[in-house]
């Protein structure tokens, strides 16, 4: 983090390639750092000048006085990896190559070559690189303008990153009109080293940004992409505008860059399942800052619509109903008090049309009677032409109003002033006072729904998931027999191949029989009983149903026959060069009442395995017929999956059908979720169908391509998996034994029980202040940790948690802070010993640097402990603390 540091917080910055010629870059980015009164040296280092804007140039890097934080390349391409490292002799540590010096994208070698050979240079000195293709960064809060825009951002709380330089100027733009300002805003350009994942590290404990906004065209590294994101998301609201949604976007966006496309699904469910939220518009982008840049986090959905018009006000409830969003319930002493400020005829109810003859000072008095309440949680107030009332006196009205008033600092008002020439003035006193203001009801209620969808995905993501105890499948036979196929070169398998795999893992499948011919058929159907399907066997025609090879219920011998028959002479006909392998044969399955539905897995290019749930039709298409999510999944997660399939109408539910059962496919997703992560050789896998009828799960077929994998197992998920590997068993002073493990999600209820049998003394030493009862967000985040960057290991006796270690890396993952909490009863039973042994093993496997830990002075047990397995300790008295470092000599 420390060479982000020196780019996001530099103290000085060397301009090569800078030019007093106004047409150049190197002219401009001089001239946007003077401009900015930037409060550090500026080094312009060029052969053509002496000076450049009044300031002493130098010949060349070597002259430069000071070796600078930054150095900004304004330089032609082909001399830029000389340059980079000229830079790195000199000790210069972040570069940021500006746009106009990248050679073009569209020559995809040249590209990726100028990359890496910007890279090899840039890895020798340890140095970062910002782009190639970058407008460069601006830094309001440091008066830094490193970039080459013509307009420059104003302070603010709001961080933007991106890989468009022409996204960066239009927002820019726009923001300046909206006088929305911004924290940080950086250009990433290709992105080729420092990218998306490290700067959310690093602005997720900004105390500058309070949100995030990012423009991605695409992402490289997804599994470190989805550990920042996730980690930020939950302490910064983030915004994702994804281009490339159509085949021919995502085509034209890796025409600008270099990293893989990957179905829009799949990059849809990784921004969900971080934690943030995506917007698919400019217009929704425009929307989402301006209600990010002056809005609270909502408590609630309930919404209340103030207007004097009924007509758009019954355009924002619709588009409120569209989207799933809450009218607030005004309670009987709102109406009443309302009742006796506005005329007798009004709507008494919300939205509150407090009627067209309305002035300024009846908003005035509805809005403090609104304020006064606790009804709503978020308030559109909106204002259509009127004769009767100056639409710009009333715009000043509410916002005296809503200064004065306390309650209005804790919820989120909204206003839309509809029209042009008769509004404007109105919209830019909301401005003026921070408040979000709109053109359009639709636009507002975008806005406002924006705030709720990043609530309720936050909530759903932090569900406990139900505990359904481990799925014991037979793993060492499924990895024999998944071996065995390989080493005899089959690669694709049908329902009866994978039927004993699928069996391990417990799901139920039906009993298939292989016949050569029709009369082999015939007499297999005669054994098994009728009615009966008879499918076509062949490796080389994936999708049956194109050709009819797939008949069912045949209820006798003659049926058998000719459709065997007419299913083998139609593939003569139309592929005559495939190989036969036979006649599938199965028993027909009860499909009265039942729905049939498709599940699958796929490889992405960007985030690797994913799965896939939709109904089950002729012409499946992914974006069209399914949702996506990534693995690993619980309960909570598979739950949201379903639920997603049936609020988009991938799976429809029904009346003629018996209903789906929510937690019996949910359990079938997680279940196929384990699979993936026991089985890396597994590349594809498809149900079709999965016949659902209420709690009865049966798959009718299936197909599996398998492969050898070559590649890191642990890396080939975005997120990482339950590390199961880390599981041990112990044994305590007393002989009892316990079992070491990392922390569960569905640990929450386990672990509550946990911290209430902790004295109120030891839980002071641990957290160094009064704990009381922790809420469900609370023990969210010490359940559902991210183990790619975070490890707790419980100590389990007798399903109950007597221990946790816990040990939290940086985002350079060098070093770790550790904490232990023993149970108040269960001390000097030799648990912490035990906790920190283990805490002390994960740090060398994850080869950290050094753990640190802070305590007490008052925490004897913990500072003996400490001491006892080599830390050393360093007594902070004016602080009250202890600092405990044990070194690791892993970097």
């Not at 830079?87 to 746009?99: P, Q």
């Not at 904490?819 to 920190?836: E, T, Y």
């Amino acid at each position: 983090m420390s060479k982000i540091a020196a780019l996001l917080k530099p103290t000085s910055i060397a301009v090569i390639g800078a030019s007093n010629n106004s047409q150049r870059i190197g002219y401009i980015v001089i001239r946007n750092l003077l401009s900015g009164c930037f409060n550090g040296p500026i080094i312009p280092v060029t052969p053509k000048y002496t000076a450049v804007a009044g300031i002493l140039a130098y010949r060349n890097i070597d002259a430069m006085p000071i070796t600078p934080d930054i150095a900004i390349l304004c330089t032609r391409a082909e001399f830029n990896p000389d340059i980079i490292t000229q830079l790195g002799e000199k000790g210069v540590k972040t570069v940021i190559i500006i746009a106009a010096t990248m050679m073009s994208a569209s020559s995809d070698s040249n590209a990726i070559n100028y990359h890496q050979q910007i890279l090899i240079n840039a890895k020798r000195h340890n140095m970062r690189i910002i782009g190639p293709n970058s407008m460069g960064i601006i830094l309001p809060w440091l008066n830094l303008n490193a970039s080459v825009s013509p307009i420059t951002a104003n302070k603010g709380n709001i961080a933007f990153i991106s890989q468009s330089a022409a996204v960066c100027t239009t927002i820019l733009d726009w923001a300046q009109n909206k006088q929305i300002g911004f924290s940080t805003f950086i250009s990433l350009g290709d992105a080729c080293d420092i990218n998306f994942a490290e700067l959310l590290d690093f602005l997720s404990q900004d105390t500058k940004t309070d949100a995030i906004l990012l423009y991605i065209d695409s992402i490289n590294d997804a599994r470190q992409f989805m550990s920042a994101a996730r980690a930020a998301a939950r302490n910064r609201r983030i915004l994702v505008l994804k281009s490339g949604r159509t085949m021919a976007g995502r085509a034209a966006a890796l025409l600008h860059t270099i990293g893989e496309g990957g179905l829009d699904e799949v990059y849809d469910a990784a921004i969900r399942r971080s934690g943030m939220l995506r917007v698919h518009t400019t217009h929704d982008l425009f929307a989402a800052v301006e209600t990010l840049a002056h809005s609270v986090p909502l408590r609630g959905e309930r919404l209340v619509i103030l207007t004097n018009g009924g007509g758009p006000a019954i355009m924002a409830v619709d588009a409120l109903s569209d989207r799933g969003g809450k009218l607030a319930t005004l309670s009987a002493d709102t109406i009443q008090r309302l009742s006796a400020v506005l005329p007798a005829y009004w709507s008494q109810a919300n939205p509150i049309d407090i009627m067209g003859d309305a002035n300024s000072d009846r908003y005035r008095q509805v809005l403090t009677i609104l304020l006064d309440s606790d009804d709503f949680d978020a308030l559109l107030i909106m204002h259509s032409p009127s004769a009767i009332t100056n639409s710009t006196d009333t715009a000043k009205i509410i916002t005296e109003t809503l200064h004065q008033h306390p309650r209005s600092q804790r919820i989120n008002v909204l206003t839309n002033w509809s029209g042009e020439n008769e509004a404007a003035e109105a919209r830019s006193i909301f401005t003026q006072a921070r408040l979000p203001t709109y053109r359009t009801p639709e636009s507002a209620i975008s806005a406002f729904m924006h705030l709720v969808e990043y609530r309720r995905n936050q909530r759903q993501l932090m569900e406990t998931p139900v505990s359904i105890g481990e799925i014991s499948a037979d793993l060492h036979y499924v990895r024999n027999e998944i071996h065995r196929l390989l080493q005899q070169n089959i690669h694709r398998l049908e329902t009866h191949e994978i039927r004993p795999l699928l069996t391990s893992y417990g799901f139920t499948t039906l009993p298939t029989w292989i016949a050569s011919d029709a009369a082999e058929a015939v007499h297999i159907a005669e054994q098994i009983g009728y009615p009966v399907a008879v499918k076509l066997r062949s490796a080389d025609i994936r999708h049956k149903s194109e050709i009819h090879g797939v008949v069912l219920y045949l209820r006798d011998a003659n049926e058998v026959a000719n459709a065997a028959d007419a299913i083998l002479s139609r593939v003569a006909l139309h592929y005559p060069s495939a190989r036969i392998d036979g006649l599938l044969i199965q028993r027909m399955a009860d499909r009265s009442g039942a729905q049939e539905l498709r599940i699958g897995i796929r490889n992405d290019p960007v985030f690797g395995p994913v799965i896939i749930l939709g109904e089950e039709t002729i012409h499946w298409n992914i974006e069209r017929d399914a949702v996506v999510a990534l693995p690993p999944l619980n309960m909570a997660l598979a739950r949201y999956m379903v639920i997603n399939a049936l609020k988009h109408h991938k799976i429809k539910q029904r009346s003629s059908l018996e209903q789906i059962s929510i937690p019996a496919l949910s359990r079938l997703l997680v279940t196929i979720s384990q699979m993936i992560i026991d089985c890396p050789e597994i590349r594809a896998f498809d149900i079709h169908p999965l016949l659902v009828s209420g709690n009865e799960l049966t798959i009718i077929d299936a197909s599996m391509d398998i492969a050898e994998f070559d590649g890191d197992i642990q890396q080939r998920l975005a997120i990482r998996p339950y590390p199961k590997e880390y599981e041990q068993p112990c044994q305590l002073k007393d002989g009892k034994q316990i079992l070491l493990r990392p922390i569960l999600p569905e640990d929450e209820p386990a672990h509550k029980a946990f911290i209430n049998q902790v004295s109120e003394e030891d839980l002071y030493k641990r957290f160094f202040s009064d704990v009381g009862e922790l809420n469900h967000e609370a023990l969210a985040k010490f359940t559902q940790i991210d183990y790619d960057r975070e490890m707790a290991f419980v100590a389990v006796y007798q399903d109950m948690i007597i221990g946790v270690a816990r040990a939290l890396s940086d985002a350079d993952n060098t070093e770790a802070e550790f904490a232990i909490l023993v149970r108040s009863d269960m001390k000097g039973c030799g648990l912490g010993g035990i906790l920190m042994t283990k805490l002390i093993d994960y740090a060398h496997q994850q080869r950290l640097a050094r753990l640190t830990g802070m305590t007490m002075p008052t925490n004897r047990g913990m500072i003996t402990l400490a001491q006892k397995m080599g830390f050393s300790i360093d007594v902070q008295l004016a602080d009250g603390v202890v600092e405990m470092l044990l070194e690791l000599n892993h970097h």
